[in-house]
Structure formats: structure tokens, C-alpha cells
T-cell receptor, first 115, second 112 residues
Framework: SQQGEEDPQALSIQEGENATMNCSYK?????LQWYRQNSGRGLVHLILIRSNEREKHSGRLRVTLDTSKKSSSLLITASRAADTASYFCATDATAGGTSYGKLTFGQGTILTVHP | EAQVTQNPRYLITVTGKKLTVTCSQN?????MSWYRQDPGLGLRQIYYSMNVEVTDKGDVPEGYKVSRKEKRNFPLILESPSPNQTSLYFC???????????FGSGTRLTVV
């Protein structure tokens, strides 16, 4: 079963605008990760946020995590055409604070950035 | 260069003919796992391994086997492939601790 659910399923914006994607999950997590996938290619790890963190930045990316609501958001600022891709959240489940080593993905958000 | 290498990239085979998709990593990572990606179903974990000789089932293990005899290799074996195993397969690895996974480039398998 899919742990993470992304929202929206598809997002279309103009270059320079910000893009926000949301993810919800159901069980306790060790950490939450975001990945990018260009059409049919391998996934690329973008950013990881631990369960005890609330916000994290990496370049133009900002991730927030609200464990009380079991949700996360990914913000891409000043988007570029090259950001066009599918974005997935993935949760790393935990048992007593230790990772299972089992990553569960959401369905993804397809982001299209128009030049 | 740190990488995860999957072979083959593309494979068309017939129902019932045993096949192996190889995955090799040069990063000395502890964790390795296999995923399949299907339209409308997203990425689903098939098997994962937390170390040599330690493997466990993911969400969709039926019809697949794996082995982890050495740290760098984690082959995915389809003993008797069926058309419903037509999919895009990814191998992924990570080190212990709070790290993201490194994915291979994928294997597109078609079973006819």
C-alpha cells in the first residue's frame, strides 16, 4: 500500500514562480525524503528531513515536516524549465527510532515549468 | 565515481524463461533494495537487504527472489516471469545513518 500521498497530482507553472507540493503519510517515520525523477529515468535524492526536524533548506528547496499532522511539503523557489519532472515523497518507517531500511513512496506530483 | 549499476537496461523475454537483473554498487553501502514502477501504482518495494545475507520482503515480493552474498551485489531473480511482471525496475542503495538512497538507471522489462 502507498504510504505517502502527494498533492497535487500535477502542477503547471511559469518559470520564476514557486512550486509547492504536499505529502501525507500514515505511520510513524524515521525520516521523510523527497526525490525527483525525469521521465522514465532513475530517481535522484533531493533532501531528507528527520522526524525531529521541522524545516530544512537546500539551495532552492525548502522542506517542512509536521509529524502531528503526518504531512510534509516541498517548496521549489524561482522554478526553472529544468525543474520539470515528477517529484516523490518517501517515508522511511521506524521501529523504536531505528529505520527498517524500507522506503515507501507516494504516487508523485508531475511538475511542468513553462519557459 | 559513486554509482549503482543495473543490467540490462532493456529486456524483452518470454513467459517462463528465468532471468536475472543485476545490481552492483561501488559505495560500500549496507542497504540495498529493489523497486518496480508501474503507471498508476507508483514505486513499490519488492525486496530489501540490510546487510550481507540479510534480506526481507517488501510490499510485492511474489514471483521474485533475491540474494545478498556479498555487499556490492544484489541480483533480482525472476524464476518464471509472467506478463504481469512487465515493469520498470530500480535498484537502490544507501549507507547506514540518515542518508538518501542512490538509484540505478532502471531496467525496463517486458514479458510476452
Amino acid at each position: 500500500s502507498q504510504q505517502g500521498e502527494e498533492d497535487p497530482q500535477a502542477l503547471s507553472i511559469q518559470e520564476g514562480e514557486n512550486a509547492t507540493m504536499n505529502c501525507s503519510y500514515k505511520t510513524s517515520i524515521n525520516n521523510l525524503q523527497w526525490y525527483r525523477q525525469n521521465s522514465g529515468r532513475g530517481l535522484v535524492h533531493l533532501i531528507l528531513i528527520r522526524s525531529n526536524e521541522r524545516e530544512k533548506h537546500s539551495g532552492r528547496l525548502r522542506v517542512t515536516l509536521d509529524t502531528s499532522k503526518k504531512s510534509s511539503s516541498l517548496l521549489i523557489t524561482a522554478s526553472r524549465a529544468a525543474d520539470t519532472a515528477s517529484y516523490f515523497c518517501a517515508t522511511d518507517a521506524t521501529a523504536g527510532g531505528t529505520s527498517y531500511g524500507k522506503l515507501t513512496f507516494g504516487q508523485g506530483t508531475i511538475l511542468t515549468v513553462h519557459p | 565515481e559513486a554509482q549503482v549499476t543495473q543490467n540490462p537496461r532493456y529486456l524483452i523475454t518470454v513467459t517462463g524463461k528465468k532471468l536475472t537483473v543485476t545490481c552492483s554498487q561501488n559505495m560500500n553501502h549496507e542497504y540495498m533494495s529493489w523497486y518496480r514502477q508501474d503507471p498508476g501504482l507508483g514505486l513499490r518495494q519488492i525486496y530489501y537487504s540490510m546487510n550481507v545475507e540479510v534480506t526481507d520482503k517488501g510490499d510485492v515480493p511474489e514471483g521474485y527472489k533475491v540474494s545478498r552474498k556479498e555487499k556490492r551485489n544484489f541480483p533480482l531473480i525472476l524464476e518464471s516471469p509472467s506478463p504481469n511482471q512487465t515493469s520498470l525496475y530500480f535498484c537502490a542503495t544507501r549507507n547506514t545513518g540518515f542518508y538518501g538512497y542512490t538509484f540505478g538507471s532502471g531496467t525496463r522489462l517486458t514479458v510476452v
